[in-house]
């Protein structure tokens, strides 16, 4: 298993910009494919990126692309989250989740996680 913290949320005005952060504990975190999800007040958490373990695979979901940069530093156990251009309707709270796999690869579905942080809440104002 590992621990998953995110950090680096807050209000941004639209058009700015946010990273956050995905700090990991326990080992092997190379081994983890790294999601980030989103749920905003009254509405399902939705798939926003993923990256795989080696941060050669990345996939987005089609509102962000272009806008959002996921990566990561597996010598720091980070996966990243750049923001840009950010909208209002990119408000909601966003996770982090991981989840072991034995190909380079990566997963989009929130159930093929098993391990997830506790969120960090996002805000753009109009």
């Known amino acids: 298993q590992v621990q998953l913290v995110e950090s680096g949320g807050g209000l941004v005005q639209a058009g700015g910009s946010l990273r956050l952060s995905c700090a990991a504990s326990g080992r092997s975190f190379g081994r983890y494919a790294v999601g980030w999800f989103r749920q905003a007040p009254g509405k399902e958490r939705e798939f926003v990126a993923t990256?795989?373990?080696?941060?050669?695979?990345?996939y987005y979901e089609d509102s962000v692309k272009g806008r959002f940069t996921i990566s990561r530093d597996n010598a720091k156990n980070t996966v990243y989250l750049q923001m840009n251009s950010l909208k209002p309707e990119d408000t909601a709270v966003y996770y982090c989740a991981a989840v072991v796999l034995y190909s380079d690869g990566v997963r989009v579905k929130s159930h093929e996680y098993d391990n997830w942080g506790r969120g960090t809440q996002v805000t753009v104002s109009s």
């Open positions: 990256i795989s373990r080696s941060g050669g695979s990345t």
